[in-house]
Each structure stands twice: as structure tokens, then as C-alpha cells.
């Protein structure tokens, strides 16, 4: 009896969430588009209209770069899920993996930095 309200609250919690999850599902997947002529015309302060426009559209385009770097961060992840673990890797493995890594011998020889002659 006495855990009685804090069961109240949790049923609650649950209560908000539903109607969270339902006020998101019944959105429209695209929202409507903004009238910016109509805005214009309506709003008195002169130039403030331009400056939503720009920021919305400004922010289109963030969302557009977002999404490519997604699908970009998406293909980079499935190629660390499918690769050999690090510890069984051999170093062809991890040139294959990683050409970016790879040692340049021309450029930076390993030691002994002078080739050794034969006596």
C-alpha cells in the first residue's frame, strides 16, 4: 500500500511517453512548405522574414550534409565490422585495410637508414 503512488508516477511516465510516440507517428513525414510571400507581406519588421529564410535554408542543407556523412560513417563502420580482428592481423592485412597507413620506404627508409655493403 504504501508503494502505491510511486507506482502512480511510473504509470504516468508510461502515460507520456504513449503520447509522445503518438503525437510523433501521427506528423506528416514531410512538413508542410513555408509561404515566405505571405510572411512578407504579414510581418512589419522589414528584413526579418529574409533572415528565417535563410536560416531555413541553411538548415535544409546542414541536414543534407548530415545525411551524407551518415551514409559516408555507415559504410566506414561496416567495413570495421567485416574486417580481420587487429590482433590476427598481418602487415598485408592491414595495408589492405588501411593504404593510408601504409609505410612509404622511399620516403621514410627504415633502419639502417644507409644501405649495408657487402665486405
Not at 43 to 56: L, Q, S
Amino acid at each position: 500500500p504504501c508503494n502505491y503512488p510511486s507506482y502512480g508516477s511510473k504509470l504516468k511516465s508510461v502515460k507520456e511517453c504513449l503520447t509522445v510516440q503518438e503525437l510523433l507517428t501521427s506528423l506528416p513525414e514531410k512538413p508542410p512548405a513555408i509561404d515566405w510571400v505571405y510572411y512578407k507581406t504579414a510581418v512589419a519588421k522589414a528584413g526579418m522574414v529574409d533572415e528565417f529564410e535563410k536560416k531555413a535554408k541553411s538548415a535544409v542543407e546542414y541536414v543534407q550534409a548530415s545525411k551524407s556523412l551518415i551514409v559516408q560513417s555507415e559504410k566506414q563502420l561496416e567495413k570495421f565490422r567485416t574486417m580481420i580482428p587487429f590482433d590476427q592481423m598481418t602487415f598485408e592485412d592491414s595495408n589492405k585495410v588501411f593504404p593510408e597507413m601504409k609505410l612509404d620506404k622511399e620516403q621514410y627508409p627504415f633502419w639502417p637508414h644507409k644501405p649495408i655493403e657487402d665486405p
